[in-house]
């Protein structure tokens, strides 16, 4: 069986059900559908075991936990983008608390990922980003990028780590909104 193959395989076994798996090469991350089922998975230059396994162990944890209809709940006043990074900390969080194996993945995946500038940041002055982005990195890169937050800013870098739930997801996102407005 081919590599695509077996990450198709280890997908749907992770996610309980019969996932519909597309390969495209046009894709720059994988995505996961919540109302067709369908996860996508990038063709990246150099096949990693653990960026493919970090990109099948996230977008599961969606099939697992974010609602069908998540982006028809999120109330207008709350950016979209703001309520996507949160969940994707929650949907993480949770696929590595189920499934503890992947916890190295998602290290040394998001490593990788990295080390080959995919976000971007390289001999870049991040303390100029935008607050969610500098939430959004930090949970994804941890210590590798030494995310700089003042003492105001980390009561909703905890809040993020806190947020548990869907709704949480959503609260959390507006009372950053909130912040990032009065600001």
């Not at 991350?29 to 150099?46: E, G, I, M, Y």
């Not at 709350?78 to 993945?105: A, H, S, T, W």
């Amino acid at each position: 069986m081919a590599f695509l193959d077996v990450k198709g395989q280890l997908a749907k076994l992770l996610a309980t059900e019969n996932l519909l798996i597309e390969h495209d090469a046009t894709a720059e991350t994988a995505s996961f559908n919540t109302s067709t089922r369908v996860l996508k998975l990038p063709l990246l230059d150099t096949p990693d075991e653990h960026v493919y396994n970090m990109f099948i162990g996230h977008e599961v944890g969606h099939a697992l936990e974010t609602p069908i209809d998540w982006a028809e709940t999120v109330p207008s006043d709350v950016p979209f983008d703001y309520v996507n990074v949160i969940e994707d900390v929650r949907i993480e969080k949770m696929i590595q608390d189920k499934f503890p194996g992947l916890r190295r993945d998602f290290v040394r995946g998001y490593g990788k990922l990295n080390e080959s500038d995919f976000f971007a940041i390289k001999d870049k002055d991040l303390s100029k980003y935008s607050l969610i982005d500098r939430i959004n990195l930090h949970f994804k890169l941890g210590a590798l990028a030494m995310i700089p937050f003042s003492d105001e800013e980390m009561v909703y870098v905890r809040a993020v780590d806190d947020a548990d739930s869907f709704s949480k997801v959503v609260l959390t996102a507006k009372l950053i909104a909130a912040y990032v407005k009065a600001q």
